[in-house]
């Protein structure tokens, strides 16, 4: 998947340039700075080594290196807080990483095989686990999926961090006494049995923890508060308990499994608002929340792995929450905060790249890209 920083929005361009100048055009789009904020690009098919070797079969130079790992560029002396590090599809699984910069890591996204105009190559950048250390606070992690390998799980050990439009096979760890946590637009897999969050050292409470926007394939069972918990659609194992915490914000969420059971705020329902689930015993009928006994009402009949979330025209949820817009993931008053298909990010992405395959000394050779902006 190509990333380009130049806003194209859904047009095709075509371009008559030869081959290598196209790949060393997009490249220097990577690098535009922006208010002295660098971006650079992260490939394990790289063949940088740091001395002698800097990806340049990526078109890496030794100012602006395609980095093999996201450790090499988080050591790399020139990459500082604030950068930016595209994390490239990729058929082998990347290596664990520790963050101790402010960096905003993205990644092209998942299930896009799936969804339409998603990549042009269909690769998700995999990783089996990431920690946000001390130093990291600020940094946002967007667009990767965090697969089933050991170490396991996103780790957040410092202030002020955000988990976006990520797939997750297993749970986010959060450190004890943290704040400023913003888990947002994820998608939280059934692959593997956990809760979607799991606090670490439970001794000073995680404050400012947001819950938005997710779908979530799993229980969430959280020892402590969750400043917000809207806009989620919950689909966890049936029968069992999905959901406990406390919150004074909960509102405009769907728990879709049989029989689940909730513990939220101890039974109390007074801050439990415009829900949807199946059962009267859930988040009761007061307060806007609303019982559908018979989900298939109100989801969409077919679909992608992650849009099948999307609700019917008309449904018992649509354009009803506390907003005036869908309850569920896809839902809020603020467009880009909406879940949003295969996690991409919001930025331009090249979906297609097609050449004449004919090129001539005269006019070089024919290439035609298909990008699109995503809110």
């Not at 090499?72 to 963050?99: H, I, Q």
């Not at 059934?190 to 995680?206: E, K």
């Not at 949807?276 to 019982?291: E, P, R, Y």
Request: hydrophobic residues 35%.
């Amino acid at each position: 998947m190509f990333f380009i920083s130049a806003f194209y929005n859904n047009k095709t361009i075509k371009m008559k340039k030869n081959y290598v100048l196209l790949f060393a055009v997009l490249f220097t789009a990577l690098n535009v700075q922006v208010a002295n904020a660098k971006i650079w690009r992260v490939n394990n098919k790289s063949n940088f080594n740091g001395t002698t070797l800097y990806g340049d079969n990526f078109g890496g130079t030794s100012s602006y290196p395609v980095f093999t790992e996201i450790n090499n560029a988080v050591g790399w002396a020139s990459v500082n807080n604030g950068d930016t590090l595209y994390v490239e599809g990729s058929s082998t699984t990347y290596a664990s990483a520790t963050v101790t910069k402010k960096l905003a890591i993205i990644g092209p996204g998942y299930f896009l095989n799936e969804n339409p105009k998603t990549s042009n190559d269909l690769l998700s950048a995999q990783i089996g686990s990431i920690s946000f250390n001390a130093g990291a606070a600020g940094s946002q992690l967007i667009g990767v999926s965090i697969i089933h390998v050991f170490p396991y799980y996103v780790h957040l050990n410092t202030n002020n961090l955000t988990v976006k439009r990520c797939w997750i096979a297993d749970a986010v760890h959060i450190n004890s006494g943290v704040s400023d946590i913003y888990i947002l637009e994820n998608f939280f897999s059934n692959s593997q049995t956990s809760t979607a969050l799991i606090l670490d050292f439970p001794y000073d409470l995680t404050t400012d923890l947001i819950f938005n926007n997710n779908v979530c394939q799993k229980t969430l069972i959280w020892s402590g508060s969750i400043q917000q918990c809207n806009n989620n659609v919950f689909d966890g194992p049936a029968n069992v308990l999905n959901l406990q915490f406390t919150t004074p914000e909960f509102s405009n969420n769907i728990l879709k499994p049989t029989n689940a059971s909730v513990d939220i705020n101890g039974g109390s329902k007074e801050k439990i608002s415009y829900n949807i689930g199946t059962l009267s015993t859930q988040f009761g009928t007061a307060n806007q929340n609303k019982v559908v006994s018979n989900m298939s009402s109100l989801f969409v009949s077919s679909g992608t792995t992650d849009g099948i979330y999307k609700l019917k025209s008309n449904s018992a949820g649509s354009n009803n929450g506390s907003d005036g817009t869908d309850r569920g993931a896809f839902g809020g008053s603020v467009v880009g905060n909406r879940y949003t298909l295969s996690g991409l990010a919001a930025i331009p992405v090249i979906y297609k790249l097609t050449t004449s395959g004919v090129a001539t000394q005269q006019s070089g050779l024919s290439v035609t890209i298909s990008a699109r902006t995503i809110k």
